[in-house]
């Protein structure tokens, strides 16, 4: 099992731009969250997902799109970048009340 | 808005020594979950405690929660450099599921050899 998967490790954008985060999981979990880690923060929860089509917003949505057309992945879209979403963005799924398993995140700057 | 608040934010232990991180949140929870963060890697999880729990044990980790107080600890025992990590502290509200953690800002462990 790979867990929790990740595209791009590393990406830089221009303000206004948009690009889409890529995360998977082979795990069956049902519930996927987007978290952004901004320096000397912990994490902050964007959006969360309780299944395939339902998904919902966290404490720091705006700026942020997300869908979840299958158990297995959850894109998380920024629809116009702006240098305040410069962080590093980390996905994560869970079973039940269980733990969360992470992927290993997408450093993103925007200038 | 940051739930926990981990004390201390920095901790600078000697190999073998133990290392104590406390962690305090603000709401009614449901569990407590610590993770270990690697620099420039993703959360790594350590341990969970439910609500009803007071104590729970996983190799050299010892977590404790008191809810009157609102506050956990984390306890390495014999520690070792490669236990040099941020540890969190998540705290998943009643009534919220633990795909919606909310962290504290963590405490960085140096763990000289």
């Known amino acids: 099992n790979a867990g929790v998967t990740q595209t791009p490790k590393f990406q830089v954008l221009k303000t206004g731009q948009s690009m889409t985060l890529q995360c998977a999981q082979d795990?069956?979990?049902?519930?996927m969250s987007w978290y952004r880690q901004d320096p000397g923060m912990g994490l902050r929860l964007i959006h969360y997902s309780v299944g395939a089509g339902i998904t919902d917003q966290g404490e720091v949505p705006n700026g942020y799109n997300v869908s979840r057309s299958t158990t297995e992945d959850f894109p998380l879209r920024l629809l116009s970048a702006a240098p305040s979403q410069t962080s590093v963005y980390f996905c994560a799924s869970s079973y039940g009340q269980g733990a969360n398993t992470f992927g290993s995140g997408t450093r993103l700057t925007v200038v | 808005s940051q739930q926990g608040e981990e004390d201390p934010q920095a901790l600078s232990i000697q190999e073998g020594e133990n290392a104590t991180m406390n962690c305090s949140y603000k709401?009614?929870?449901?569990?407590l979950q610590w993770y270990r963060q690697n620099s420039g890697r993703g959360l790594v999880h350590l341990i969970l405690?439910?609500?009803?729990?007071r104590e729970k044990h996983s190799g050299r980790l010892r977590v404790t929660l008191d809810t009157s107080k609102k506050s956990s600890s984390l306890l390495i025992t014999a520690s070792r450099a490669a236990d040099t990590a941020s540890y969190f502290c998540?705290?998943?509200?009643?009534?919220?599921?633990?795909?919606?953690?909310?962290f504290g800002k963590g405490t960085k462990l140096s763990v000289i050899p």
């Open positions: 405690i439910r609500s009803n729990e």
């Open positions: 795990m069956n979990h049902e519930y």
């Open positions: 709401t009614s929870i449901n569990n």
């Open positions: 998540a705290t998943a509200d009643t009534g919220a599921g633990s795909y919606q953690l909310t």
